[in-house]
C-alpha cells in the first residue's frame, strides 16, 4: 500500500512574534560535507542542519567510499581511501549540490564521473563554468553517454574567467585548485558568503586561498590537506524565510543568531517596505511592524543583491503590501512556479516575463496548496500564515530538503500548524 502523503496544516492570521535561533546553513554544509572527499584525514563540521539534503549527500560520499557519522548537529567525515570516482546517478539526480564530489575526486584522484545533477526544477542551470575551470587546471573533459568524465593526471595552476558568478562552479573548481601545482587566480569568483565560508573550511585544512568574499579568488596549490574541526554558518535564506513571516503577519520576529553583513539586501528593502529593523552582532537581525506595509521593487541578482532563494517568500510577503509590487528575477528562469499556488489562496499576482507583479494589500483566504520546490514551499508557508482561516500544504518534502524544524520554529513563534 502506498503511504500518505504527508502535509502541514496551518491556521493563519496569527502575528507572529517571538525569538527564532536559525540551523547552520544548508548551502553552505553540503559544500562542506564534500570537502571532505579532499583529505584522508577525519573532518569535523558543527552546527549542521538536520535535514533530508544532508542526509542525501553523506550517503553520496558513503558509496565514495568515506566514513560519515552525523550525530545531531556534528558530522564526522573520513575518507582514507577513495573507492569510487562515479557517484550513483540516481543520487545525483536527486541533488545539484551532488555534482561538488567531481572536483574534490579529480584533485585526489585524478579522475571523476558524473551524471548532470538534479536537484529543484527551477530554471536553466548550466555546468560550463565548472568545466571551463577544469580544463585550465589540466583537464579532459568528455561526455560518455549520459555521463560527465574529468581527467587529469596532475592539475596545475591557472588564471581561470568565469562568464559569471557561478556559486557551485566557485566552489567546485577550488575544490581542485587547493591540490593543484602552482598558483590559481578565479576572476568572476561567486562573494556568496557560503562560497566564503568554504574558502575558510579549506584554510583550516591546510589550504591557501585569500580574497574570500571577493570577485578574485587567489589559490597557492598545497599537495595534501588535513582534518579540521569547523562550524556551519549560519542560514540566512531560513532567516530571511521567518523575517518575512513576520513582516507577512504583521508581526515581531527576531533571529537570534544571523549574520547581519550577510543580509543588507533583505534588511534594505524590509526598511523601504516600513518594517523597524534592528541588526548588529550580538544582537542578530529584528524586523518588526510598524503599520500597513508598502510596495517595493525587488531585483532578484547574485549576492550581494537580492537572493533569489528569498523571491518567493518576499512575493508571498507583498501580497500584504499597499500598492503594486514588482519581483525582477534575473538568476533563474523558472523561479515563479509559486505564483499560481499563491493565487489559490487569493493573492493578486501575475507574471510578465520575469517579472512578477503583485498588487496589495490582499486579504488572503485559506485553502490547499502545494510546495513545488524548496524556496516556493516555503512562499506558501509564508502566505498560509498571513491568511485567515485553514491551509492545507502538501509536498512538504521539499521543505523538509531546506529547512530543520520549521513547524517547531514556527510553533515557537505563535504559528498554528501541524504535520498530519
Same mark, same amino acid.
Given at each position: 500500500?502506498?503511504? &500518505?502523503?504527508?502535509?502541514?496544516v496551518?491556521?493563519?492570521?496569527?502575528?507572529?512574534?517571538?525569538?527564532?535561533?536559525?540551523?547552520?546553513?544548508?548551502?553552505?554544509?553540503?559544500?562542506?560535507?564534500?570537502?571532505?572527499?579532499?583529505?584522508?584525514?577525519?573532518?569535523?563540521?558543527?552546527?549542521?542542519?538536520?535535514?533530508?539534503?544532508?542526509e542525501?549527500?553523506?550517503? %553520496?560520499?558513503?558509496?565514495?567510499?568515506?566514513?560519515?557519522? %552525523?550525530?545531531?548537529?556534528?558530522?564526522?567525515?573520513?575518507?582514507?581511501?577513495?573507492?569510487?570516482?562515479?557517484?550513483?546517478?540516481?543520487?545525483?539526480?536527486?541533488?545539484?549540490?551532488?555534482?561538488?564530489?567531481?572536483?574534490?575526486?579529480?584533485?585526489?584522484?585524478?579522475?571523476?564521473e558524473?551524471?548532470?545533477?538534479?536537484? /529543484?526544477?527551477?530554471?536553466?542551470?548550466p555546468?560550463?563554468?565548472?568545466f571551463?575551470?577544469f =580544463?585550465?587546471l589540466?583537464?579532459?573533459?568528455?561526455?560518455?553517454?549520459?555521463?560527465?568524465?574529468v581527467?587529469?593526471?596532475?592539475?596545475?595552476?591557472a588564471?581561470?574567467? $568565469?562568464?559569471?558568478?557561478?556559486?557551485?562552479?566557485?566552489?567546485?573548481?577550488?575544490?581542485?585548485?587547493?591540490?593543484?601545482?602552482?598558483?590559481?587566480? *578565479?576572476?568572476? &569568483?561567486a562573494?556568496?558568503?557560503?562560497?566564503?565560508m568554504?574558502?575558510e573550511?579549506?584554510?583550516?585544512?591546510?589550504?591557501?586561498i585569500?580574497?574570500?568574499?571577493?570577485?578574485? %579568488?587567489?589559490? /597557492?596549490?598545497?599537495?595534501?590537506?588535513?582534518g579540521?574541526? $569547523?562550524?556551519?554558518?549560519?542560514?540566512?535564506?531560513? &532567516?530571511?524565510?521567518?523575517?518575512?513571516?513576520?513582516?507577512?503577519?504583521?508581526?515581531?520576529v527576531?533571529?537570534?543568531?544571523?549574520?547581519?553583513?550577510?543580509?543588507?539586501?533583505?534588511?534594505?528593502?524590509?526598511?523601504?517596505?516600513?518594517?523597524?529593523?534592528?541588526?548588529?552582532?550580538?544582537?542578530?537581525i529584528?524586523?518588526?511592524?510598524?503599520?500597513?506595509?508598502?510596495?517595493?521593487?525587488?531585483?532578484?541578482?547574485?549576492?550581494?543583491?537580492?537572493a533569489?532563494?528569498l523571491?518567493?517568500?518576499?512575493?508571498?510577503?507583498?501580497?500584504?503590501?499597499?500598492?503594486?509590487?514588482?519581483?525582477?528575477?534575473?538568476?533563474?528562469?523558472?523561479?515563479?512556479?509559486?505564483?499560481?499556488?499563491?493565487?489559490?489562496?487569493?493573492?493578486?499576482?501575475?507574471? &510578465?516575463?520575469?517579472?512578477? *507583479?503583485?498588487?496589495?494589500?490582499?486579504?488572503?483566504i485559506?485553502?490547499?496548496?502545494?510546495?513545488? /520546490?524548496?524556496?516556493?514551499g516555503?512562499?506558501?508557508?509564508?502566505?498560509?500564515?498571513?491568511?485567515?482561516?485553514?491551509?492545507?500544504?502538501?509536498?512538504?518534502?521539499?521543505?523538509?530538503?531546506?529547512?530543520?524544524?520549521?513547524? /517547531?520554529?514556527? =510553533?515557537?513563534?505563535?504559528?498554528? %500548524?501541524?504535520r498530519?
Open positions: 500500500m502506498p503511504t &500518505a502523503e504527508q502535509c502541514y496551518i491556521g493563519g492570521g496569527r502575528p507572529l512574534r517571538g525569538d527564532v535561533t536559525v540551523s547552520g546553513s544548508k548551502n553552505a554544509a553540503l559544500y562542506a560535507v564534500a570537502a571532505g572527499l579532499l583529505t584522508a584525514d577525519t573532518l569535523t563540521l558543527t552546527n549542521v542542519p538536520r535535514i533530508a539534503d544532508i542525501e549527500m553523506a550517503e %553520496i560520499m558513503r558509496l565514495l567510499g568515506s566514513t560519515v557519522e %552525523i550525530e545531531g548537529e556534528t558530522v564526522r567525515i573520513s575518507t582514507p581511501v577513495i573507492t569510487s570516482t562515479a557517484p550513483p546517478a540516481e543520487l545525483v539526480m536527486r541533488l545539484r549540490a551532488s555534482f561538488l564530489v567531481m572536483g574534490p575526486l579529480l584533485a585526489r584522484n585524478g579522475e571523476a558524473c551524471v548532470p545533477p538534479g536537484g /529543484d526544477v527551477i530554471g536553466s542551470r555546468l560550463d563554468v565548472h571551463v575551470g =580544463r585550465m589540466g583537464a579532459s573533459v568528455s561526455r560518455h553517454g549520459a555521463n560527465w568524465r581527467e587529469a593526471p596532475k592539475l596545475h595552476g588564471r581561470i574567467f $568565469f562568464d559569471y558568478p557561478s556559486v557551485l562552479g566557485t566552489v567546485n573548481v577550488l575544490f581542485a585548485a587547493v591540490l593543484a601545482e602552482g598558483h590559481t587566480t *578565479i576572476i568572476n &569568483a562573494p556568496e558568503p557560503e562560497v566564503a568554504a574558502t573550511l579549506l584554510n583550516a585544512m591546510g589550504a591557501k585569500t580574497g574570500e568574499g571577493t570577485p578574485t %579568488i587567489e589559490v /597557492d596549490g598545497v599537495s595534501s590537506l588535513h579540521a574541526e $569547523f562550524a556551519i554558518i549560519p542560514d540566512r535564506l531560513e &532567516a530571511g524565510t521567518y523575517l518575512l513571516a513576520g513582516a507577512a503577519t504583521g508581526g515581531d527576531r533571529i537570534t543568531n544571523a549574520v547581519p553583513h550577510h543580509m543588507d539586501s533583505l534588511v534594505a528593502k524590509m526598511r523601504e517596505m516600513g518594517m523597524t529593523v534592528e541588526a548588529g552582532e550580538g544582537i542578530g529584528r524586523a518588526a511592524s510598524n503599520g500597513p506595509l508598502q510596495a517595493v521593487q525587488v531585483q532578484a541578482v547574485p549576492y550581494p543583491g537580492f533569489t532563494d523571491h518567493p517568500q518576499m512575493a508571498a510577503a507583498m501580497t500584504q503590501a499597499q500598492g503594486i509590487s514588482l519581483v525582477h528575477e534575473r538568476v533563474y528562469d523558472n523561479r515563479t512556479l509559486y505564483v499560481n499556488e499563491l493565487r489559490k489562496l487569493g493573492a493578486r499576482i501575475i507574471t &510578465a516575463g520575469d517579472t512578477v *507583479i503583485v498588487e496589495g494589500a490582499t486579504p488572503l485559506g485553502g490547499a496548496v502545494r510546495a513545488l /520546490d524548496i524556496r516556493a516555503a512562499a506558501v508557508v509564508v502566505a498560509a500564515l498571513a491568511a485567515e482561516g485553514e491551509s492545507t500544504i502538501l509536498g512538504i518534502g521539499h521543505l523538509d530538503r531546506g529547512y530543520a524544524g520549521l513547524e /517547531d520554529c514556527l =510553533r515557537g513563534l505563535g504559528a498554528q %500548524i501541524e498530519r
